[in-house]
């Protein structure tokens, strides 16, 4: 069974600290998302890569970076966090063709204090 | 801009009846559609697309109408069973998916 595997379900960490959200993929998919969630506003997209080493912004990108060094990881950096980054974040992967839906994984929830 | 919406935010229906989830979209562009399920604490699932080309598409027990004219996407779902419970989502892609807000179906059993 294909899997996008989030590394965190849970997460708190204080304002400011330098954050990592980890994603891996077993598909061999070529694209990957990160999304953020937040009741009544539905799934916004934050960054997105089509390759290895390729990123690209996605609607909210303000606050976040990515990093894609390898084909199957794709992370998410939250140089500074702020309360306002609380939320729940999504990552999912698609192979690389126009007709194709997205994987996504369980989520990390964070919460930052 | 492009968006995607739902009309009912929370939809209640009795076991064993049918569900009718709906969406409206406003990008004519856009060639794909798909529904998503989430259910509490997963990430979304995949249930079913359609291409902007087709009317009608059936799966186990679900069906996704197409309305190009209206700009009308529907997800049904036959004989619905307490494990339907979930947030249903809508969403049309060009280059990338956009995602609707989301509706909320509960089961009464």
């Known amino acids: 069974d294909v899997k996008v595997t989030q590394s965190s379900r849970y997460l708190v960490k204080r304002t400011g600290e330098k954050v990592f959200l980890e994603c891996v993929q077993d598909m061999d998919h070529e694209n990957m998302f990160w999304y953020r969630q937040d009741p009544g506003l539905g799934l916004r997209l934050i960054y997105f890569s089509y390759d290895v080493k390729m990123k690209e912004k996605g609607d909210i990108p303000e606050g976040y970076s990515v990093s894609r060094e390898k084909k199957e990881r794709f992370s998410l950096i939250l140089e500074s966090a702020s309360t306002n980054q609380t939320s729940m974040y999504l990552c999912?992967?698609?192979?690389?063709?126009?007709?194709?839906?997205?994987?996504f994984g369980s989520g990390t929830r964070l919460t930052v204090v | 801009g492009e968006s995607v919406g739902l009309h009912l935010p929370t939809l209640s229906v009795q076991e064993g009846d049918n569900s009718i989830i709906n969406c409206a979209y406003s990008?004519?562009?856009?060639?794909?559609f798909i529904w998503y399920k989430q259910e509490s604490g997963k990430g979304p699932q995949f249930i079913i697309d359609?291409?902007?080309?087709?009317d009608k598409r059936q799966g186990q027990r679900v069906t996704v109408l197409l309305n190009k004219t209206v700009k009308h996407l529907s997800l049904q779902i036959a004989a619905t069973q307490p494990g339907d419970s979930a947030v249903y989502f809508c969403?049309?892609?060009?280059?990338?998916?956009?995602f609707g807000a989301g509706t909320i179906l509960r089961v009464k059993s």
């Open positions: 359609i291409r902007s080309n087709m």
């Open positions: 999912a992967s698609s192979i690389g063709y126009r007709e194709a839906g997205y994987t």
């Open positions: 990008n004519s562009a856009s060639d794909y």
């Open positions: 969403a049309e892609k060009r280059n990338k998916l956009v």
